[in-house]
């Protein structure tokens, strides 16, 4: 009697084990490798963030991820990185997103990727009510929660050639911008003489459900060197500005202070 329990025992761990396991293939699939390690930006110049591939991006390198099946694009120049992800699926879900999640380092472990920057898309098989948003999170307790300020721009869309690709388009605020805006805590702070992490998760997330995920492996991002003006920050600028009409001002009443006290000297004399 003990054996027959002890059989039903194992018998019912197993068959929850094997459900654990389908449900989380089912949440999180895990994805192949890139066909590179590393990926450099090369120096590009300004596309559209309009969910579009313009022609601005055929001087971006580029690797792929097969399953699933993404091409990544990365460029830069002076103040930003463009990061454009290619989804290579004909047939598309009506709640498609794009996550480009971002390490401070080359460190690649789940806790490392601080940083994540969605673009998560409504009615997207349908072009006429398509739309999407954006949203800057960062990795919190085993989760990813919004930040309050955003310092990146994105943009989605479907091609209209034949394949009927989807892009999804980022334009990362690096921190040589006089735009940057940069929270320690949240954001990956892109300077170009130092190498990242990166990966991108894939998936369909319907409002009030778990989404589906496929993760990509981890690609490392460096860039090409690039000779970048110094821009002082917005607050310095100002405070110059201030200065400078001050400086003026004493000037220009110092001058009229002397011409009146030499006017005044001759009118004595």
Known sequence: MSRLRKKSTITVIILISLCAIVVFNQCIKLGSAWDVEELTAPIGQHPTIDGKKDSY??????????????RLYVMINSSFLYVLVEVRVVNHNDDEFVKLLLSNSTDSEVEDFKDAKLIQTRNFSHSDTRSYFTEDQHYDGGEYLNDSVSNFIGAANVSTAANSYSYYEFRLTTSTSAQYIFDYHNDTSLDFDETYAITIQFGNHPEGEDPTIQTTST???S???IDIPYVEPPEIRKV???????AFSVVGIGFIVIV????Q?????
């Open 223 to 225: 860039f090409a060197s």
């Open 260 to 263: 009146v006290i030499s006017y």
């Open 265 to 269: 000297s001759r009118m004595k004399i």
């Open 219 to 221: 690609v490392l991002l």
């Open 57 to 70: 991006w055929s001087g971006a390198n580029t690797t792929d991820n097969e399953s699933p099946d993404l």
């Open 240 to 246: 110059m500005l201030i200065l400078t009409y001050i």
